[in-house]
């Protein structure tokens, strides 16, 4: 989730679009961001999938099935996936990042 927040221009009733606009409003957006279906990853053969529909994108080369390739690729783009894919779809074992311990999951649920 992201928050942007800062002051509007505005008349003081949250109208920005009133006359004698002063400082006095407070404005917070909520951006939430939807994982969906990751990107494809450099050494991919397609989109990564959730084999089995537990949230977790296990087939991460996107050949079409979990195997050992799996783990090679994730192994080899940790760095990158930490930065660059949504967390949700990479974090096998829950604890908020991507690590080694995420390999150690995928190669125990292959």
């Known amino acids: 989730m992201y928050v942007l927040a800062g002051r509007s221009g505005s008349n003081g009733n949250g109208d920005v679009a009133g006359e004698n606009q002063g400082d006095k409003d407070i404005w917070v957006v909520w951006l939430e961001a939807n994982a969906g279906t990751p990107p494809k ?12 529909a537990d949230g ?13 390739a799996d783990i090679v690729l994730y192994f080899n783009l940790i760095s990158y996936i930490a930065v660059k894919s949504p967390l949700e779809a990479y974090d096998y074992n829950g604890n908020g ?11 125990a649920h292959l």
């Open 41 to 52: 990853l450099p050494g991919g053969s397609g989109l990564p999938r959730d084999t089995d």
């Open 56 to 68: 977790k994108y296990d087939d991460v080369n996107g050949n079409g099935g979990a195997d050992f």
């Open 97 to 107: 990042r991507i690590d080694f311990a995420d390999v150690t999951w995928l190669f």
